[in-house]
């Protein structure tokens, strides 16, 4: 038992050392059970204070392992709770019942300084042993997300194809089918007139052909170099919409052109997206419109270009059945930052509306992700 010079104990040994037994076979389980062992050792360190024991770094030793276990084994605020309750109950003990004429500095600062200070290694400890861990695991959340974030680009590119494949066999099919019926009804009467509309038919099926080919040809860029490739077909766009309009005469549809506004460049992908949603609507009014003429509008204004597709009346396309026409057209327009807007017009007829981004808009507001081609 540890006195100050010159000074008789407080209190026979035997207490003193008894505690201290409990507390070093309290060390024992520290791993198993951290925080049981910090209570035990506690209890022996308060007692031993109570009983006028002077609170030596030796007295500590167990409640200062203890500490220091529960700190590499827990959290923070764990080891931090304990630790401070420990600083109080002994700082209390000692100032109530420690040994008399003991410095108000020992008192205060030593159990303060001998706790605080295994805490704060432990659980420096605890993060350095972890940091391997929490690097290994934000490498495996950075793995899955890359892989989940290539599983989505892949389904947004089928979708695409879909799309894409859609139009074209739907476009072209329907202005076939028309053309090679044009030809039945013309060949008993009108043969030169039947051999103009077999040209068309052979030109809109070579067209057909191209685009599909230019499109199932994504699906094999993925693969091996196969040596040189042919010239890309080029992209359609709001430049092609007279060749456009041009296909439907010979399914008997007349289509009129108009632009409104001061013309302004679009991106790649709504230039693409603008052509297709209005190759599908033409396609739908020769399909389901008993109707002869057709309106397209491009309606440019300070920042978005209005694409109006109008029919002249008649029966009206039938968009809310089981085909993807529409869905395919608002999608279209989603992926580019846009929107449809398709009903029945109040003088007879059905339109199909959409809005797009210009590309000084996006310019204007900072946007750095193109929208993706569809």
Same mark, same amino acid.
């Given at each position: ?43 022996? +360190? $308060? !007692? ?5 024991? &002077? @609170? ?5 030793? #167990? %409640?200062? =392992?203890? /500490? ?17 309750? +420990? $600083? !109080? ?5 000692? &100032? @109530? ?5 003991? #410095? %108000?500095? =020992?008192? /205060? ?19 350095? !042993? ?39 066999? !739907? ?204």
């Amino acid at each position: 038992m540890i006195t100050f010079p010159g000074r008789e104990p407080a209190a026979p040994w035997w207490p003193g050392v008894l505690l201290a037994a409990v507390a070093c076979a309290a060390l024992v389980q520290r791993c198993r059970h951290p925080r049981r062992t910090v209570l035990l050792t506690l209890g022996c +360190a $308060v !007692a031993a204070s109570a009983l006028g024991y &002077l @609170l030596t770094v030796l007295l500590l030793t #167990p %409640l200062i =392992l203890a /500490l220091y276990a529960l700190a590499a084994a827990t959290d923070r605020r764990t080891a931090n709770t304990f630790a401070l309750v +420990a $600083v !109080a109950l002994l700082i209390g003990t000692g &100032l @109530l019942a420690g040994p008399p004429g003991e #410095p %108000l500095v =020992l008192k /205060l600062l030593g159990p303060a300084a001998w706790l605080l200070l295994p805490t704060s290694l432990g659980t420096v400890n605890r993060l350095r !042993a972890a940091y391997p861990d929490a690097v290994q695991a934000r490498a495996d959340h950075a793995e899955r997300t890359r892989e989940e974030e290539a599983r989505r680009r892949v389904a947004e590119e089928r979708m695409r194809i879909a799309r894409d494949l859609h139009d074209v066999v !739907a476009h072209h099919l329907v202005l076939a089918n028309l053309q090679a019926g044009a030809v039945a009804r013309q060949l008993p009467g009108r043969p030169e007139e039947a051999a103009r509309l077999t040209a068309e038919l052979a030109g809109t099926t070579a067209s057909a052909l191209r685009e599909l080919k230019a499109t199932v040809g994504l699906l094999r860029e993925a693969g091996a170099d196969p040596g040189p490739r042919p010239a890309a077909t080029p992209t359609p766009g709001l430049a092609h919409l007279p060749q456009l309009a041009a296909s439907f005469r010979g399914a008997g549809l007349e289509v009129t052109v108009s632009t409104e506004g001061d013309p302004r460049p679009l991106t790649a992908g709504a230039d693409l997206t603008a052509y297709r949603i209005v190759q599908e609507a033409l396609t739908n009014v020769t399909k389901h419109a008993a109707v002869g003429t057709a309106d397209v509008r491009l309606v440019y204004a300070d920042d978005r270009l209005a694409v109006m597709v109008t029919d002249g009346g008649g029966k009206p396309p039938a968009g809310g059945g089981g085909g993807y026409g529409i869905v395919g057209m608002r999608e279209r327009a989603r992926s580019a930052g846009g929107r449809v807007r398709t009903g029945h017009r109040p003088g007879g007829g059905f339109e199909v509306v959409t809005e797009l981004p210009l590309r000084e808009r996006r310019a204007k507001e900072g946007e750095t992700n193109e929208s993706h081609p569809v």
